[in-house]
Structure formats: C-alpha cells, structure tokens
C-alpha cells in the first residue's frame, strides 16, 4: 500500500498499481479509503457477558488490596465456593484479570541486577540432592548429595560426591579440592547460608563453625561470603548451572544404559568425567581466568573434624549416633578420630591404627553400626551362641550370602549348631582370605537348597594357616662365602 501511495504521486492509477505489483481495481479501492488494513477492522465486542462483572471490583479487589501475594487460583477456589454458578470456566479469566490488575495497581517488584563477573574475582559453592538420579552402589542405593564449585567468569566447574548431608566438612573437603583441581585461588568465595549444616546446633557450635569456615577461606586468601537466606538468586551463578550439571548426569546414565556402579570410586570417577567435559567446552575463558587467579597455599588445611572417643568393653565406640568396631586390644584405650565425610581415621597417640567407613543415624534418629567381623571374630569363636541375638548380627556378615546362608542354618539346625557353623565361616573367611569366594560358594549352596558343608569348604580353601609347617632358615657366616671364593681372609681380594 505504502508503495502504491509513493508511485501514484507521479503516475496515473494504472501505471502505480502496476509497478507496486497489485491489480487495478485494489488500487481504486486504495484510493477511495486510504487507511490502513489494521485501523479499518472495527474492535471486537464482548461475545458474551463478563462472568466477572459483579464480583471483581466488589470482591476480587478488596482480597488482592489486603493480600497482595494471594495466589490467583486460591481466590478462584474462594469465588467458585461464594459463587458456584461462575463454574470452573472463569479461572483463566479471572487469572488474567488479576494480572492485568496487579500490573496497574499492584506493589513494586523486587529488581535483580545483573553483575559483570570479573576474571578471577569470584567462586561459588553449594550442595544440590541427587535422589532423583537413582544411584545404586553394588545394587544398593546410595544416599548422597553433590558439593559444586563454579567460577563465575568462566564457568570452571567441580564436583564431589558427598555422603550424607550437608557439613562443614563436606564443603571444607569439597572446595580444597577443587581449588587444587583448579590450580589458583579467586578473590572471594560465596556459599549459601549454611543453615543446613547450622541445623540442631547451639549458638556456641553456630559460631564455632562460622568461625571455621572463615579460617578456612582465610587459610586460602579467599574472602568468605555469604548470600542472604532464602535469596536464591543471589547465589544465581551456581543455582542455575546445578539444573545443567544433574541434566547432564542424567542424559550419561542413559546413554550409560545403566545407574548401578560396582563402587563409590567408579561412580565418582564417571562424574569427573563429565564435569571435566563442560570444563573443555570452557577452556579459553578457563585459561584467561586462571592467569588472573592467586597462588595456592603451600599446603592444605585441614577438611576434616577431630574428636576423642573412648573403646568400651563391646568391642567398639559410639559417635554421632553410630556404634563402630575396633579391634579388641584397644578395649579401654582412648583413641584420637578424625571425621571426614566418607570415613574415620583412628589414632593412637600420633599413630594412624585403622580406616573405617564413615556410617550416619537414620533420618529417624535411629542408631547404626558399622561392624568388622574381623574385628570381633576370635572372641565368637569361644562364645557362638553371642550371635545368635547380637544387636549388630546383620551388620556383622560382610556379604547378602552369609545372612542367608545363616537363617538357612536357623531353620533346619538346632540354634547352637546353626550358630556353631555360622562362626566357623566367618572363621574360615578372615583366616583363609577368601570372603568373597566363599559367598560365591555360599551362593552355589543356597541355589541347590543344601547347607554349607564345614569339611568340604575347608578342604576346598585349604591349606590351613594353622598348620603350615615352620620353616626355620640358618645364616652361615661369612667367611664361608670367602672360602667359595678361594680367596684367603689376609689376601688382597677383600
């Protein structure tokens, strides 16, 4: 239309109709009416009553003047039971309705300000749940959550894999590692709130925590952070891309075609591989940030809590709701435990005695073991019946096939016998070295309905470490070596 109009100013009708590449008579009907298609259409009239005519000014209103954060649909359930001959047909309505209303009269908003991230200024932590990807270690699920890290320029990312909840220690461990994975330092460092980790302590363990966590950053130069609680957003940098790393966790156990993994270190060596991923896809502004970053300390801090508990005559001490075993010469003794999020390391004065797994109390608040039959095996050997009602028995047999293999025992042997031959595996487990061949061999037993035959297994995991014989070895002396040699004790060849 524009070009016709420009055209007809200088030629006749016809001549403009056809260099604007339109038929004559569209060109006449131009002519007589020269507005625009938009401003000939007439406004569409309501095609039937407002349903809301009665009601929004004189009810809707007052709610959302009083309530400003009232939801849409819960007035629309409010109006439906006031007024059920509206029917459910006016709920779009009315929710664009009290949008359009909250647009005209509604309170401010809050604002966010987007920020220019500079090259080496800032990191940022936080833990995000991983229930939802149905990780199982060895068949069974694993509880567990993921400590990320992330550089806000350049989008560096880690990751760790953190049994539990969420701690001190966690972070501590979670975030060392990834700024020696990273290789510099950033300015600053912001983690949420910590309630999580702050949940069920008193105000002096608040601030001893606050305390460590500042030590921590400072122990690294960093500058400790953090966001306001509840604010999301201002944690916006590590909030969003946890949405992307879990996607990307997810599509790989897809295309992985399983979520079962035969250890922790396997499952946790498969999430480096894809963080390392999206670290690659990065790498440049990686680079220009790192060159920006400030140098590691010499060494690291320490990651982990340090507490003193003493052995009892069970065998064992109890800590954070968890009973664990020891052996039994350290009955009585008060051992030094430094508490990481994955295990215990047990010391004797300045002497690392033991590792074990790090066990935690149900949800529930109910107490778990974490029990070695090793740890406890020779003192059965002389009282076998203590199995039979032993408050950590399932705890106790290290694989699925020794409990079976034992309530198998239980029905079609007299208790102490049962108890006898349950002792004896575990016996013949630890001394002969072979746990897992014997649950193999179990297994076999349990399929074909027999019970496990004592003489049998022996021989079959012989020989017995009881009866190996006693190799004594005599050292010659020296000069026996000289005589082989056929040099003389006063000659020149010494």
Not at 135 to 150: E, V
Not at 413 to 433: F, I, K, S, Y
Request: charged share 30%; net charge positive; aromatic share 6%.
């Amino acid at each position: 239309m524009r070009l016709f109009m420009k055209f007809r100013q200088t030629n006749t009708t016809a001549v403009a109709a056809a260099k604007a590449s339109i038929s004559i008579a569209t060109a006449y009907r131009l002519e007589k009416d020269s507005r625009r298609p938009s401003q000939r259409k007439t406004p569409r009239e309501r095609r039937r009553p407002d349903p809301l005519a009665d009601i929004f000014d004189a009810e809707v209103v007052p709610m959302l003047q009083a309530v400003p954060n009232l939801r849409s649909v819960a007035i629309f359930d409010e109006m439906i039971r006031r007024h059920p001959e509206l029917g459910a047909g006016i709920r779009r309505t009315l929710e664009r309705r009290i949008r359009s209303w909250r647009a005209i009269h509604g309170e401010e908003r809050e604002v966010i300000f987007r920020q220019v991230h500079e090259p080496g200024r800032m990191g940022l932590s936080d833990f995000t749940d991983m229930g939802s990807a149905g990780i199982t270690i060895a068949g069974i699920p694993l509880d567990h959550r993921l400590y990320h890290f992330r550089l806000a320029y350049s989008g560096f990312e880690h990751a760790h894999v953190v049994l539990g909840g969420e701690s001190f220690v966690a972070l501590a461990e979670g975030m060392q590692n990834a700024l020696w994975s990273l290789g510099g330092v950033p300015l600053e460092h912001r983690s949420d709130s910590l309630s999580a980790a702050f949940r069920n302590l008193d105000r002096d363990a608040r601030e001893d925590l606050t305390r460590r966590y500042e030590e921590l950053c400072g122990h690294y130069g960093m500058t400790a952070t953090r966001n306001n609680a509840g604010v999301a957003h201002e944690n916006g940098s590590i909030e969003g891309p946890h949405g992307h790393l879990k996607r990307a966790i997810n599509d790989a156990l897809l295309m992985r075609g399983s979520s079962d993994f035969d250890d922790l270190a396997a499952y946790r060596r498969f999430v480096d591989e894809i963080v390392s991923r999206c670290n690659a896809r990065n790498s440049k502004r990686i680079d220009i940030e790192r060159a920006e970053l400030q140098e590691l300390p010499v060494r690291r801090t320490s990651d982990y809590e340090e507490v003193t508990v003493r052995v009892t005559s069970s065998g064992g001490f109890t800590l954070r709701k968890v009973f664990y075993t020891v052996p039994s010469r350290l009955i009585g003794h008060r051992l030094r435990v430094r508490l990481f999020d994955d295990r215990l390391d047990i010391f004797i004065g300045g002497t690392l005695l033991v590792t074990l797994p790090r066990g935690r109390a149900s949800a529930s608040g109910k107490h778990d073991q974490v029990v070695n039959y090793r740890h406890v095996i020779h003192s059965l050997r002389r009282k076998p019946m203590a199995l039979l009602n032993l408050v950590y028995r399932d705890q106790l047999f290290p694989r699925e096939a020794y409990r079976r293999s034992f309530d198998a025992l239980l029905e079609h042997l007299p208790e102490r016998q049962a108890c006898r031959t349950m002792v004896d595996l575990l016996a013949l487990a630890h001394e002969r070295g072979c746990e897992s061949e014997l649950a193999d061999q179990l297994t076999a037993s349990l399929q074909a309905r027999r019970l496990p035959d004592m003489a049998a297994l022996r021989a079959r995991f012989a020989p017995d470490p009881a009866r190996l014989p006693s190799v004594v070895v005599h050292l010659v002396p020296l000069n026996a070596y000289e005589a082989l040699l056929g040099a003389s004790l006063t000659g020149d060849a010494a």
